[in-house]
């Protein structure tokens, strides 16, 4: 990948020079992964990079949809349990927090803590429901004022950690924050299910091709004429120029100066920057992979060519 400028998601096709010529050096290169490597024991010396990087980033996209169905419930359900609750009486004997604003979550103290309105049942719930969820410890690992600050606000998070009585207000403050939560899962979870039909539809684009090439290359391999090596090389050409066109328009998709913000980009590092084969970028990963394979087999075309003609 190019890091000019930080682009990193722009494919650089000068980075495709390997320093490794013919076909036995790519099929040693892609058995070093265990994915491929089943594959080809599985075909003989067809090596589905497609079918690895890709799969790798729909399994991505499966895991993360269950997190975060797993929070959205989960906001949802503390936005119940939270609305359950009785608040509390204040000191003057009326209900507390009729005031407005950031003000309405302020927490008037009874010095009656642990009563039906007390924070500890507000804290209660959120123990669980939010932080019970099964992959909070190593995917948040926080406090619940850090997590209820990151996802109610600091002003919610301040208050319940300031008193011990829930009042209207801050009752209110946190079943709309809760449910706002709620509301942010459901909107990745739209994200994700359209990059699941992004990744479905490189593959149908890209799996076509990787036969094609899959096809010269165990060709090439048993080759030893001119006729072959040159029909290898036109074939293989025609095969660049459509993963090319398919890496323009993928790159298109990312190209900052067709979005008014990093959007794309947030949302790939988010998914995929853990790696999964390809990156950050997994579509662009694949073709990276195939382009370079186009390129050993046009080497390995060429010393067919030129060694056929020498040796008559």
């Known amino acids: 990948m190019s890091t000019a400028g930080g682009q990193q998601w722009q494919l650089d096709r000068t980075a495709l020079e390997t320093g490794c010529t013919g076909w036995e050096c790519g099929l040693v290169e892609a058995l070093g992964e265990p994915a491929v490597a089943f594959a080809a024991i599985a075909v003989g010396l067809a090596v589905f990079v497609s079918v690895t990087l890709l799969r790798k980033a729909a399994e991505s996209i499966v895991e993360e949809r269950k997190h975060v169905v797993r929070e959205r419930n989960a906001f949802e359900a503390f936005a119940d349990r939270v609305e359950g609750i009785q608040p509390g009486v204040s000191s003057d004997g009326g209900e507390a ?22 924070i500890g049942a507000v804290e209660t719930a959120y123990e669980q429901t939010v932080m019970s969820m099964e992959h909070y410890e190593e995917e948040y690992g926080e406090s619940l004022a850090e997590n209820m600050a990151a996802e109610l606000g600091s002003d919610v998070a301040t208050a319940v950690a300031a008193g011990d009585q829930l009042t209207p207000g801050l009752q209110s403050a946190l079943v709309s924050e809760a449910r706002r939560a709620a509301k942010r899962r459901e909107t990745l979870l739209a ?15 890209i799996e076509p091709i990787e036969r094609r090439l899959e096809s010269v290359e165990s060709d090439l391999e048993t080759s030893d004429g001119f006729h072959e090596g040159e029909s290898a090389w036109n074939r293989l050409r ?16 990312l190209d900052p100066s067709t979005h008014s913000s990093e959007e794309p980009h947030v949302f790939c590092r988010y998914l995929y920057g853990d790696g999964t084969g390809g990156g950050e970028y997994p579509v662009l990963g694949t073709l990276g992979r195939l382009l370079q394979r186009v390129e050993r087999g046009k080497q390995l075309a060429v010393r067919t060519v030129t060694e056929r003609s020498t040796s008559v």
């Open 191 to 205: 994200q994700l299910e359209d990059e699941t039909e992004r990744i479905d539809e490189a593959y149908r684009a």
């Open 97 to 118: 927090g009729t005031l407005s604003g950031a003000a309405a979550v302020r927490v008037v103290s009874s010095g009656a803590g642990g009563n039906s309105g007390g």
């Open 238 to 253: 025609a095969i660049e120029t459509d993963l090319d066109e398919e890496l323009d328009r993928q790159q298109a998709r």
